[in-house]
């Protein structure tokens, strides 16, 4: 003797939430994203203040900076990249575990900037894959949290349900 | 390893750097560290070398006033004052004064933003947060006024997307040899003035506890003593020259701008310690505030640029312009051939001759002071890369 | 362009060290003084010790191609006592062969970092510095920058930079 079969999808839809677990691991990575702060000139003297009170980066996530490329997940190259620096860019890009993310923050990192000469790499994407790039000369802190809230786009893009 | 002492293990050669969170910009030094004491450090520069210097000499100055902005980005006016000033000596020009007046302003505000940045991090490298909050805090104040400055040149409606558009937070595009390229927009002189009546009150709040703490006395008291024969020996100018006792200031020595009209003092240390160094600068901050309301008081009328045409000026001869930047001395060398761009434009940076001067405050010092020593010389390495 | 013959800087100094001194001018506000590039470092240590110029404000380079020889190594001092300030001009030739600029480290420590830059961007020697090497550039990097035939986008530097495919190893791809 048995009790017939109880349709539980109402229930189950109203309070169950099925979901992966690279969702999850990516829900929590943007909430709580690393970032390694590679200021190398001008835009990292305008980036610094994106952690002031005033423009409060701790509200998007972006607080626990890191000095150590081993225990951070997000490159932000702020400056001029030279010639000289590219190489060190580049090892510390493969120093840093994966999933990794990068910005280039500011007109020369995207593409040099106003300086075409033989000493500087015309944009740091010849040397890692870049993610978002943040505009401006230098950029104000407001156009690096809306490079943050870009990446955090792209680390998760916008739940479309179960 | 052919050192006898590297090789028995009794020195051994440390990496510091290129990127390190206690330095402005990218510096290597190559230390020789003996236990906990540095034997000696070999700084490595150039990490930032962009060819400004091989730019200047393919533009005109108007586009080169945009590079000099970024050579001295804690304080662009500086650079801005030394090159206008250079060309202006070059062609003879007067400097109207309201314009004086005006660049000075622009200068001691831009002194102010530049001290606070250097005591931000330099109180953050020595484990200090709450200046560091403060004082990032009371420059965005001066970097709005800067912007601010910019308002009805870009005749945006909206007030605060006028500057944005330049990126002016940092840069200061205004100065053109002969003056300024335009005269203030309204309201900003109360601004300015309302910044400057209540600036040294909250100085004195968050630099005020700092200068009477135990921590960050037993931290600078006697750390990287210089002499003062020695730091001019090695070219340091400014507040880390003046902090050894010698008073060397060229606002004083050869006034440029309004400075020979205004009345203020020129702070001089006793020891040539991180302390002093400190003080020094702090002081120097609230003599700037003095200085912008003198100036802000005395601001004559009349026009702000001496001639329009000077933009496209052919510069034949050569100089050499130095100013009282808040490092120390800026100065350009310039050459020119009878065509509008400079034949050869040489920017003296303090910074070059600061970081030469390292390794002479390291040695015997512990490496666990070395970030305050960076901190103390208040070096920028995008100037000493140029 | 006066000529400085009136200048009792340089009537002293013409006294003191007759030939090494080719001319003296008033250029830019300064007095210039043109000297013979072997007696650099003595007119240096006379300057320093006898007229006060204790500061080496800044040493630097310039290139005239068209001139024999072809570059100007240019001296600014100051000296804060009389608050005076000098330029000296000393002609440098290229090569192996041209025979090099004595080095005034040993005059003012403060000369050390820009003679090697005017090495670095010029490629002019200094004779007796202690350590002539590349300061701005990398050891490798291929010609002096600051020459007026040096190309401003450089030419093939045996630039270090590593290239990468992109589109690599961004994470969370969903």
Not at chain 2, 77 to 85: I, Q, V
Not at chain 2, 94 to 114: D, G, K, M, N
Not at chain 3, 109 to 114: D, G
Request: aromatic fraction near 8%.
């Amino acid at each position: 003797m048995g009790s017939a079969p109880v349709d539980v999808t109402a229930p189950a839809e109203a309070n169950v939430l099925t979901t992966t677990y690279d969702r999850i691991f990516d829900w929590a990575r943007r909430l709580g994203v690393r970032p390694f702060l590679l200021g190398l000139s001008c835009c990292a003297v305008g980036m610094t203040p994106a952690l002031d009170p005033r423009h409060n980066l701790a509200r998007f996530g972006g607080r626990a900076f890191r000095a150590a490329p081993g225990r951070s997940d997000l490159l932000i190259v702020a400056g001029t990249v030279s010639e000289k620096m590219a190489p060190l860019i580049r090892r510390l890009w493969d120093e840093m575990p994966d999933p990794k993310w990068a910005i280039a923050l500011g007109s020369c990192a995207a593409c040099g900037g106003p300086y075409r000469t033989y000493a500087v790499t015309p944009g740091v994407d010849r040397v890692i894959p870049i993610d978002v790039y943040v505009p401006g000369c230098p950029p104000r802190p407001e156009a690096l949290l809306a490079g943050l809230l870009e990446l955090e786009k792209k680390i998760v893009p916008p739940w479309v349900g179960a | 390893m052919s050192d006898p002492l590297l090789q028995r293990g009794e020195e051994i050669e440390l990496g510091f750097g290129p990127r390190h969170p206690a330095i402005r910009g990218v510096l290597r030094l190559s230390l020789r560290v003996d236990g906990d004491r540095i034997v000696d450090c070999r700084p490595v520069i150039g990490h930032v070398h962009r060819g400004v210097e091989k730019l200047f000499e393919l533009q005109p100055h108007a586009d080169n006033l945009s590079h000099t902005d970024r050579l001295d980005f804690g304080s662009a006016a500086a650079a801005n004052l030394a090159y206008a000033g250079a060309v202006e000596k070059l062609l003879g020009i007067v400097v109207p004064p309201r314009a004086r007046y005006l660049r000075t302003i622009l200068a001691e505000l831009q002194r102010i933003a530049s001290h606070l940045l250097w005591l931000g991090t330099h109180a953050a490298d020595l484990g200090a947060m709450p200046p560091f909050f403060a004082a990032f805090g009371e420059r965005d104040g001066v970097l709005e006024l800067c912007e601010r400055y910019l308002e009805d040149y870009f005749e945006s409606d909206n007030e605060s997307e006028a500057g944005q558009e330049a990126g002016a937070r940092l840069r200061l595009d205004g100065i053109r040899p002969g003056g300024l390229s335009h005269d203030l927009p309204a309201g900003w002189a109360e601004r300015c003035r309302e910044f400057v009546e209540s600036f040294p009150a909250r100085l004195n709040g968050f630099a005020g506890p700092l200068t009477e703490n135990r921590l960050w006395k037993k931290r600078t008291v006697g750390l990287g003593v210089l002499s003062p024969e020695v730091a001019v020996d090695l070219g340091v100018t400014g507040p880390a020259l003046r902090a050894s006792g010698f008073a060397w200031d060229l606002r004083k020595a050869l006034p440029y701008e309004a400075y020979g009209e205004v009345d203020f003092d020129v702070p001089v240390g006793r020891n040539g310690d991180t302390y002093d160094r400190y003080l020094v600068r702090v002081e120097e901050m609230r003599q700037a505030n003095r200085i912008v309301a003198q100036c802000l008081d005395r601001l004559p009328d009349g026009p702000v640029l001496a001639e329009p045409s000077v933009l496209e000026a052919k510069v034949e001869g050569e100089t050499y312009h130095g100013i009282e930047g808040p490092r120390g001395e800026i100065g350009f060398y310039l050459v020119g051939d009878g065509t509008a761009n400079p034949y050869r434009c040489h920017f003296r940076a303090p910074s070059f001759a600061h970081l030469q001067a390292l390794p002479e405050l390291c040695r015997g010092e512990l490496v666990g002071d070395l970030v305050a020593l960076i901190g103390t010389l208040d070096v920028a390495l995008e100037e000493a890369d140029r | 362009m006066e000529g400085a013959a009136e200048d009792p800087l340089a009537m002293a100094l013409r006294e003191e060290l007759g030939e090494a001194i080719e001319s003296a001018r008033i250029l830019g506000g300064d007095l210039t003084l043109q000297i013979r590039r072997e007696t650099i470092a003595e007119v240096c240590a006379a300057l320093k010790s006898k007229h006060g110029f204790t500061y080496l404000v800044d040493l630097c380079g310039v290139d005239f191609p068209g001139r024999e020889p072809r570059f100007e190594v240019v001296y600014h001092l100051c000296s804060p006592a009389a608050n005076r300030r000098v330029r000296l001009k000393v002609a440098a030739g290229e090569g192996e062969a041209a025979a090099a600029v004595p080095s005034v480290t040993g005059v003012w420590r403060a000369a050390n970092w820009p003679e090697r830059e005017v090495w670095d961007l010029y490629g002019v020697r200094f004779d007796g510095h202690p350590d002539l090497t590349r300061i701005l550039l990398w050891e490798g990097f291929n010609g002096h920058p600051l020459r007026k035939d040096f190309p401003v986008e450089g030419i093939d530097t045996g630039a270090a930079a590593a290239t990468v495919k992109v589109g690599g190893s961004g994470g969370g791809e969903a």
